[in-house]
Each structure stands twice: as C-alpha cells, then as structure tokens.
C-alpha cells in the first residue's frame, strides 16, 4: 500500500501481531490468542479492534453476526514505518547515528557480524 500507515499504540499493535500470525480472525480469537500478559477482557479486545477498523489498519469481513478481522497492512509495512518514525524522533533521522549506537552498545556474536557485513556488503553492491 501506499498511502500513510496511521500511528498504531502498543496495544494495538500486540493486536496487530495476532492478526498478522493468523488472520482474519473473530474478536473472540483474537482474545483467545493474545499472549498471557496482557489479561485483556473482551470488550478491550473489541475496543482495540474498533480503533484500528477506523484507522483503516485493520478490515472486517461481516459473515451474518460473525465479523472476521484482518491486517490491510503487512507487518513488514507496519515495521517499516514504525522505525522511520523511531528514527526520526530520536536520531533526527540520521540512519547511522543509530546503527552506530546499537552496535556500540550491543554484544554482537560473530554470526550478527558476519550477517551484518553481509547486508551492508549487498547493499553497497546495490549503488
């Protein structure tokens, strides 16, 4: 898709990752699905559901009295925007300042290393 992805709250987004694994799903599923953290009742579920249907992230199949919900975006699309966004705010968008961050502060094993080199290899062969 190409147009703007709406901004997605945390809760939403634990939604999202549900529907992403198995979708559509009833609100019911969902709820059944979500992770044991979150000890959500139905009617947040459903709230949740609601929020993301207006914002045009989520749509609805009405089968009768069943509404079967699915993602209109892929998770890949979401993540994306997601960390533009991060990039932004909080490195004034300047890519390598993060990446620079997180390596410096990460314990990389040779694997994340040697994986890393090739992305940036592939990449660089890209230009």
């Not at 901004?7 to 999202?16: F, Q």
Request: aromatic share 10%; charged share 35%.
């Amino acid at each position: 898709m190409t147009k703007k992805i709406p901004t997605i709250s945390e809760s939403e987004w634990v939604v999202l990752k549900v529907l992403w694994e198995k979708g559509p799903q009833t609100a019911s599923d969902i709820n059944s699905s979500l992770p044991a953290y979150t000890d959500w009742n139905p009617k947040t579920v459903r709230t949740l559901l609601d929020r993301l249907t207006k914002k045009e992230v989520v749509g609805v199949h009405k089968n009768q009295r069943v509404y079967a919900f699915y993602p209109l975006y892929s998770q890949d699309e979401c993540q994306r925007d997601k960390t533009k966004s991060f990039v932004k705010r909080f490195y004034d968008g300047t890519l390598k300042s993060m990446l620079v961050q997180f390596i410096q502060d990460e314990d990389l094993s040779e694997e994340d290393i040697k994986e890393l080199r090739s992305i940036l290899d592939k990449k660089q062969n890209k230009k």
